[in-house]
Nanobody, 116 residues
């Protein structure tokens, strides 16, 4: 099993920044990918960004140029730096971990609210 714990959400004004963190623990060998999804009220969960073994990254078009995903392999932690936040970025953000198998794991979610 893999435990996934997120932190770093909160309330921020439009144009502001937040950094989300996600730490994976437990059976963390052979992690293929770590990433972030988000779900706004009344909408489906969508991929925000992910980083794959080897360092390749993918971003949703809506966040390209504003969000940056990075990973600390020694700490099994992935970060999402979010800049120039917009009200439409408001959502619950979930960390997602994929382990060889494949096996999928989700965090409990962290709320990000962008509002003046």
């Amino acid at each position: 099993q893999v435990q996934v714990v997120e932190s770093g959400g909160g309330l921020v004004q439009p144009g502001g920044s937040l950094r989300l963190s996600c730490a994976a623990s437990g059976s963390i060998f052979s992690i293929d990918a770590m990433g972030w999804y988000r779900q706004a009220p009344g909408k489906e969960r969508e991929l925000v960004a992910r980083i794959i073994r080897g360092g390749s990254t993918n971003y949703a078009d809506s966040v390209k140029g504003r969000f940056t995903i990075s990973r600390d392999n020694a700490k099994n932690t992935v970060y999402l730096q979010m800049n120039s936040l917009k009200p439409e970025d408001t959502a619950v953000y979930y960390c997602h971990v994929v382990r060889v198998g494949p096996h999928y794991y989700w965090g409990q979610g962290t709320q990000v609210t962008v509002s003046s």
